[in-house]
Each structure stands twice: as structure tokens, then as C-alpha cells.
């Protein structure tokens, strides 16, 4: 696929979103790339990072293989993932800290409008299809229910941390950050991307490294084969991640594990306890979520139609 400058450019604004969606623990960078319309090329493009394609690096063929592995989507894409990694990690955690309601009402918005989006690739419904995004929903919203705990700080432990949350950061509506909160390297992760600290996070990259390669050559054959039914199924993921970015929660047991943990409560319970339901900057934040969505998929639909007269 030919890219221009200013295509480039918004993959780059792509990667710094999914980046950012990574590092809230309830929000998918999978959700991300599924809304900014590259989910299946990024797949298609980790799937073939394989013994062939490694074939051609190691016999020095690097233009081959760079072709090969769709390199220079795979780097600006990776490139904006890091820069928004390392530069609002310190930023999501200030506002997980200060402003959860705000930052859970606009990935809420978020969420629910790209469900509709997403569904929306499904070319038709069956029975099956929607039983399997009802069951997919049910799984996810257990999923957030679980209780973090604390573990080993070994490297080889931080390595398989990268392994799983990898394959969690890649599914829309089952987040990465979250799994990490499970295993409770959330934080630790956190410290060590604002610190510095090169040695846990390479080890971590190279745990995702293997574990995405791995996963992508699977999910990408589901699409292949079961296309619908795998989108009925990541659709679900999407519907049940809600219950974790709900917005208004009482006080988590361990906050240090888990920001977004906690038991959800309704608005007015939650005015009892804290004096304020911020109900009214909740829903502009919910409202721009939703704007936000409606405006990438204009753009998206802009540029495609572009392309199409060009073409």
C-alpha cells in the first residue's frame, strides 16, 4: 500500500492513540486500531514476521524483507505507540489520580459509539454471531472483575508479563494495562517507563515481541476463515470492557494496584461519598469520546473516497 508524507503522518497519530489507550488499564490499543481503520493490516503485517521473512534478514536481503513485513507501516505506527508511551505515562497516571470519573466517562463514549463501528463490518447477522458476542461480552466483563495481585519482580516473570499483556493490547476491549493490573506489574511497568529503567523495559518489549508475533499469525487466520463471527466476538470484548471504565466507583481496596478497580456504584451513591458526582463534566467528556470517534471515521471515510477518485 502506497502511503504519502501526510498519510504517514496520521499513522503516526494512530500509533500515539493506540499508545495512549494502552496505558489506561480497562482501554484497548486493539480498540484504537480497530476505530482508525488499520486492525487488520497491523495483523497481516505482524503475522508475516515469520521464518521466511527472517530467512531474507539474516542472508542480508533487507529490502525484501522490509517490503516483506510492511516495515515502514510497522515503524511510524511503533514510533507514535512509544512516544505516547513514554511521554503520557506519567500524564495518564496524574489524571487517573485527579480526574478518574472524567478520563473513565471519555473512554466510555469512546467504547460504546466503536462498538456500532465495529459491528458494523459484520455483513450478516445469524443466531451464532450474536449468542457469540453476547457470550464474548459476559467473558470480558468477568474479566474486569478480577481481583490484581502481587507477584515477583524477576526478569523472566517481566518477561512473560509482555508475553500476555501483548495479546490482551492487541484484542479490542480486553486491555493490555489491565491484564498487567491482574498480575500486578501495572505500576512497576508504569515506574519503570517514566524512571527509565531500559533493562525492565526491554525485557518486556522482548516478552511482547514473541508473544504478538505469535498471537497475530492466529487471530489473523480467524479473520481470514471466520471473519464475521471473529468480529461478533472482538465486538462483545468491546461491550464487556464497559464495566471497568465505568465512571463512577467507590475507593479501590489497593489503589496502588489498580486505579480502576473498586466496586461500581451509581451516580447518586457516589455523590454521597464524595460530594460531587461531576455528572455534568462526566457527560461532556462522554460526548467527546463519541465526537472524537465520529470525526475519525468521517476523516477515514473522507480520505478513502479521495483515494477511490484518484485511483
Known sequence: MKRTIKDYLLLALKGV???????IPGVSGGT?????????????????INGRTLKLFFTFQWRNFWREINGNFLLVLVTGIGISLLSLAKL????????????????FGLILVSIYYVSKQIKRWSFVKILSFLLSGVLAYFVTTA???????????????GAIAICAMILPGISGSFILV????????????????????????????IGIVMFSKFLSWLLKRFHDLTIAILAGFMLGSLNKV????????????????GKNTSIGNYAEQFGNSQLVEAIGFFVLGIVIVLGIEMLAAKMNKAKQIQS
Open 182 to 209: 491482574l498480575l500486578g506489574k501495572y505500576y512497576y511497568m508504569m515506574t519503570a517507563l517514566t524512571t527509565f529503567d531500559f533493562t525492565v523495559i526491554l525485557t518486556f518489549v522482548a516478552g511482547a515481541a
Open 92 to 107: 495518564m497516571i496524574y489524571f487517573l489520580e485527579n480526574h478518574p470519573v472524567l478520563v473513565c466517562a471519555f473512554f
Open 246 to 261: 465505568w465512571p463512577w466507583k467507590l475507593l479501590p481496596p489497593n489503589p496502588d494496584l489498580d486505579l480502576l478497580g
Open 32 to 48: 484504537i486500531a480497530f476505530i482508525v481503520g488499520i486492525y487488520e493490516e497491523l495483523l497481516n503485517s505482524i503475522k508475516n
Open 17 to 23: 492513540g493506540m499508545g495512549a489507550a494502552d496505558v
Open 147 to 161: 481481583t490484581p495481585t502481587e507477584t515477583t519482580d524477576s526478569l523472566f516473570f517481566i518477561f512473560l508479563c
